[in-house]
């Protein structure tokens, strides 16, 4: 069911996630290049008087002061009649250069936080938010399942290239992406007024004051206690109104300021909630902290990947689901066969003996575990064919059949068998169909054949457990699949040396060396890492599969780890096509 949810709620959001997590990337590279063009004083080096005096020497007619998250100082003036707004030099006052803020990136910023749709835009994007986090978790929990716990978490992984793709690059950015997702759905809870923001906090306008002259902006004992990496924004009094204050915005709290006696007349401390809102803020969009702002724009690429790999994994799962060809209905049905598969690789099986059952004379109902019926009219035997998933845990087409089969009582008349599939590298093999049998046994059920396990969906243990079905049933069958055979690598033979012939004990060492392409198709190999060998242990065994085999010959490894499977051209060498005697 958790990989269900997580399917579905990736392949619905894919599209806006990308579009979300490609205009992430364009906003967090502008924290960094603001940064980089920005001097940035020592703290208490320079303070807000003295950086309004400094701006006063170069900008008389200065209107406001505004200090970016990332450190530049922004200057407001009007000359002439007309506005304008430089960037400035807080050592020296001198403008820098114009500053006009981005076409682009005023648009890239609507397109992530609404979707250019305003309102409506804004409440998808929350959707999508909450969408990730799901995302996130759900994907965390299929991967513990997946490597068999938490302590294999860092394992390397197998599977298909979009498996290993998919869930490597989850386990890469999956902090990063669960923290944008928190810090998302907060902004957008604050965005509809859900949570608090404290942004409505504001100190008391005060009361007119007595036009007494002004002091000059470099004596005003509140702006000479604040430090200019504190300073948010100071907005200076009309020039011809003596009364009027400055409004003084910091980090800490906003106040006006008596232009005479340089007092402050009102201050507002920033309440928790504005606190939390702000922090939040930051570190969604890394203003302020621009290393975390582009460690989340690069954790943001990976989102694509994930989407495409996930959709592909989706479909060759979708793919390789077997179309059960005379499937008898569950109540007409001699024989049941129900499957418990996470990646339908079992299916195949399933199939294999359906086909043969029914080739047999008999009617045969197949279907997944979790459609176990309260009863069975005509059955007179279950097959149940289930692979494990992770550390124990059901199969997805499984997850409820012990809930199941505890409402159901026991025919008297109906036998069962269970055939368990898994990898005897995981500490708990065929762990669910030994918890099924176990159940099955404890309801009462009546067993007709022993449980027989499949390792690495090995077609010889398989088509041994047929002729136990063969014996049962009073009727020859042969049941054979061929599962899709793994990546195999091509390798050219280059040596070998045989030993132990005089004393009968023949052991042949063979050095292979890794085939490169030649022309174009060669370059795009070496660019893209190919032509080398693969990742193998000490104590790995190669799967040897020469052209003219069909199916790779698989050979155990001694320390219970996964065999590599290598093909090498073996044509102009066939005496090195014998796998017995190879060791990686």
Not at 59 to 70: A, C, F, G, H, L
Not at 217 to 233: F, S
Not at 367 to 393: K, S, V, W
Request: hydrophobic share 45%.
């Amino acid at each position: 069911m958790v990989r269900k949810l997580h399917s579905l709620a990736g392949l619905i959001a894919a599209l806006f996630l990308t579009v979300l997590s490609l205009s992430g990337v364009a906003l967090s590279l502008d924290p960094a290049l603001e940064r980089l063009q920005a001097t940035v004083p020592a703290d208490g080096q320079i303070s807000v008087a003295a950086l309004a005096g400094r701006v006063a020497q170069h900008y008389p007619d200065v209107e406001q002061i505004e200090r970016t998250p990332s450190g530049s100082i922004i200057v407001y003036y009007t000359r002439n009649d007309q506005p304008g707004a430089d960037r400035v030099d807080p050592v020296s006052g001198q403008g820098i250069a114009p500053h006009a803020p981005s076409g682009f990136s005023r648009w890239v910023k609507d397109l992530h936080r609404s979707l250019l749709f305003d309102t409506p835009g804004r409440a998808v994007v929350g959707v999508v938010a909450l969408a990730m986090l799901f995302l996130c978790v759900s994907g965390v929990v299929l991967l513990v399942w997946r490597v068999g716990g938490w302590r294999q978490i860092a394992q390397p992984l197998r599977g298909g290239v979009n498996q290993r793709w998919h869930a490597q690059v989850g386990r890469w950015v999956l902090p990063a992406l669960l923290l944008s997702a928190l810090t998302g759905i907060y902004m957008s809870a604050a965005t509809f007024a859900l949570v608090p923001d404290g942004m409505q906090s504001e100190p008391q306008f005060p009361s007119r004051q007595a036009g007494v002259p002004a002091q000059p902006v470099t004596a005003l004992a509140a702006l000479l206690a604040t430090d200019l990496n504190d300073l948010r924004e100071l907005v200076y009094p009309h020039p011809s109104d003596p009364s009027d204050v400055y409004s003084l915005r910091t980090n800490q709290g906003d106040a006006y300021v008596d232009q005479a006696t340089g007092a402050l007349l009102s201050y507002q401390a920033h309440g928790v909630a504005r606190r939390i809102y702000e922090q939040v803020y930051q570190l969604h969009t890394g203003e302020g902290l621009w290393w975390l702002g582009l460690l989340l724009g690069i954790c943001a690429l990976g989102v694509p990947v994930l989407g495409a790999t996930g959709a592909l994994t989706w479909w060759e799962r979708r793919q390789s689901m077997p179309r059960i060809v005379g499937n008898s209905a569950a109540q007409s049905a001699d024989t049941i066969i129900l499957v418990g598969s996470e990646n339908n690789s079992t299916w195949g099986f399933a199939n294999a003996l359906h086909n043969a059952l029914t080739q047999a004379g008999l009617q045969v109902h197949t279907a997944p575990m979790n459609q176990l019926a309260a009863q069975y009219r005509r059955a007179e035997r279950l097959f149940i064919l289930t692979a494990t998933y992770g550390d124990g845990d059901a199969p997805s087409s499984a997850s409820q059949f012990l809930a199941r089969l505890g409402k159901v009582k026991a025919p008297p008349g109906l036998g069962f068998a269970v055939l368990g599939f898994g990898d005897q590298q995981f500490p708990r093999f065929c762990q669910f169909a030994k918890d099924v049998q176990a159940a099955l046994l404890a309801q009462g059920w009546r067993r007709i054949l022993a449980l027989e396990t499949v390792d690495r969906q090995s077609t010889q243990a398989f088509a041994r457990w047929g002729q136990a079905v063969s014996q049962l049933i009073g009727q020859e069958l042969a049941l054979q699949h061929t599962p899709k055979p793994p990546r195999t690598d091509a390798f050219q033979l280059v040596e070998r040396v045989d030993y132990g012939e005089q004393v009968n004990a023949p052991t042949s060492i063979l050095r292979f060396a890794p085939v490169a392409r030649s022309g174009l198709g060669g370059r795009w190999q070496r660019l893209l890492g190919g032509g080398r060998l693969p990742h193998f242990e000490v104590g790995d065994l190669a799967g040897v599969v020469p052209r003219a085999v069909q199916y790779p010959v698989s050979i155990r490894s001694p320390a219970g780890r996964a065999t590599v499977f290598w093909r090498f051209a073996c044509e102009s060498f066939p005496k090195a096509c014998a796998p017995n005697f190879f060791t990686a």
